[in-house]
């Protein structure tokens, strides 16, 4: 299950009270105090990690509380600080305070690792109240409490290349065809229900991310189908492949649907809409004379990667070519 936004409560530990008790021995008179000070309440820590690429560890946990420190002890001892709690989150996650909606955080790096709430002081035990003028002190401290959040967790993914276009245009055919990942491929709308993420390994170790986006239709910047709550996901990518199929089923013009898909992008995000955009004509397999494909180069005047997910055709090229822009951007950035 992909799960990309959610709610949680997080609470620092409490510190640990501090000891009131006074040095019994044998044959020792007038024994000193010697209660020892509390321990620090455990932090909170947010850190992101490769392994992860979905909120779904939040959907039945809503509260997470850290360690609380131990009160301290006679003989001066003081009490252990409590554990502090690392929440493991996917790359790309943002940490929003919910009461201040206030963003904390962009998790937007592997290892990245941030204290969002800071455990409680320990309380200080009745030795470290002794003086020249008070030697019996029967004063204590309590243990602070440790700092509570409401967090509000949003995902977007962090890819290279996102891959867009209307439903049925073979998306999730090309991500299967270049990468291990596999999403669900049937001959009907809207059959990829979720952002889809999948590494490209090219000859030489070369590697890339490409995610696949659900479908989008006219309408999707405000709500339309399933791009709105998707849109967010290739915010981060580095370069958008837009695939074309150059045959609709519903017997729809290409051209009409680019120029669609381009208008919900530029209607969502001016800085999405300008990103770099890769035009690729799928399904050429129906199209053995190209005549099509010569067609929509005529009326878009851009330049076109011919394709067939299903047959291969032009996909080694087509990594090659996204590949080698997203090095290109990486060099610049």
Same mark, same amino acid.
């Given at each position: 299950?992909?799960?990309?936004?959610?709610?949680?409560?997080?609470?620092?530990?409490?510190?640990?009270?501090?000891? /009131?008790?006074?040095?019994? $021995?044998?044959?020792?008179?007038?024994?000193?105090?010697? !209660? *020892?000070? %509390? #321990? =620090? +309440?455990?932090?909170?820590?947010?850190?992101?990690?490769?392994?992860?690429?979905?909120?779904?560890?939040?959907?039945?946990?809503?509260?997470?509380?850290?360690?609380?420190?131990?009160?301290?002890?006679?003989?001066?001892?003081?009490?252990?600080?409590?554990?502090?709690?690392?929440?493991?989150?996917?790359?790309?996650?943002?940490?929003?305070?919910?009461?201040?909606?206030?963003? /904390?955080?962009?998790?937007? $790096?592997?290892?990245?690792?941030?204290?969002?709430?800071? !455990? *409680?002081? %320990? #309380? =200080? +035990?009745?030795?470290?109240?002794?003086?020249?003028?008070?030697?019996?002190?029967?004063?204590?401290?309590?243990?602070?409490?440790?700092?509570?959040?409401?967090?509000?967790?949003?995902?977007?993914?962090?890819?290279?290349?996102?891959?867009?276009?209307?439903?049925?245009?073979?998306?999730?055919?090309?991500?299967?065809?270049?990468?291990?990942?596999?999403?669900?491929?049937?001959?009907?709308?809207?059959?990829?229900?979720?952002?889809?993420?999948?590494?490209?390994?090219?000859? *030489?170790?070369?590697?890339?991310?490409?995610?696949?986006?659900?479908?989008?239709?006219?309408?999707?910047?405000?709500?339309?189908?399933?791009?709105?709550?998707?849109?967010?996901?290739?915010?981060?990518?580095?370069?958008?492949?837009?695939?074309?199929?150059?045959?609709?089923?519903?017997?729809?013009?290409?051209?009409?649907?680019?120029?669609?898909?381009?208008?919900?992008?530029?209607?969502?995000?001016?800085?999405?809409?300008?990103?770099?955009?890769?035009?690729?004509?799928?399904?050429?397999?129906?199209?053995?004379?190209?005549?099509?494909?010569?067609?929509?180069?005529?009326?878009?005047?851009?330049?076109?990667?011919?394709?067939?997910?299903?047959?291969?055709?032009?996909?080694?090229?087509?990594?090659?070519?996204?590949?080698?822009?997203?090095?290109?951007?990486?060099?610049?950035?």
């Amino acid at each position: 299950m992909f799960i990309d936004e959610t709610q949680i409560q997080i609470i620092a530990g409490d510190g640990g009270h501090g000891c /009131l008790s006074f040095r019994r $021995e044998k044959f020792v008179p007038k024994g000193g105090p010697d !209660g *020892g000070d %509390g #321990g =620090r +309440g455990g932090n909170v820590y947010f850190q992101a990690v490769d392994n992860l690429d979905t909120l779904l560890d939040f959907a039945g946990k809503h509260r997470w509380r850290a360690q609380n420190g131990q009160p301290g002890s006679g003989r001066n001892k003081f009490g252990s600080d409590g554990q502090d709690l690392i929440i493991k989150v996917p790359p790309g996650t943002l940490i929003y305070d919910t009461d201040l909606d206030l963003l /904390l955080k962009d998790m937007n $790096e592997v290892g990245l690792n941030v204290c969002v709430c800071r !455990g *409680g002081k %320990g #309380g =200080r +035990g009745n030795k470290s109240f002794a003086s020249s003028t008070n030697q019996t002190p029967r004063e204590t401290e309590l243990g602070r409490k440790g700092q509570e959040r409401n967090i509000r967790l949003q995902l977007k993914l962090i890819a290279d290349v996102g891959l867009v276009g209307i439903p049925n245009a073979g998306k999730s055919t090309l991500i299967s065809r270049c990468s291990a990942a596999r999403p669900k491929i049937a001959d009907y709308p809207f059959t990829t229900l979720e952002p889809v993420l999948g590494i490209v390994e090219l000859s *030489g170790y070369r590697r890339f991310v490409m995610a696949d986006i659900p479908g989008l239709i006219e309408g999707a910047h405000t709500g339309a189908g399933l791009g709105y709550k998707f849109l967010k996901h290739i915010e981060r990518t580095a370069i958008l492949a837009h695939i074309l199929d150059i045959m609709p089923t519903d017997g729809s013009d290409p051209v009409e649907n680019y120029n669609a898909i381009r208008h919900e992008l530029e209607q969502y995000s001016k800085a999405l809409a300008q990103k770099q955009e890769v035009i690729v004509a799928n399904k050429t397999d129906l199209d053995p004379d190209g005549k099509i494909i010569e067609d929509l180069r005529e009326k878009l005047n851009k330049e076109i990667h011919p394709i067939s997910a299903v047959t291969g055709s032009g996909t080694k090229e087509l990594s090659e070519l996204l590949w080698q822009k997203v090095k290109e951007l990486k060099a610049q950035s």
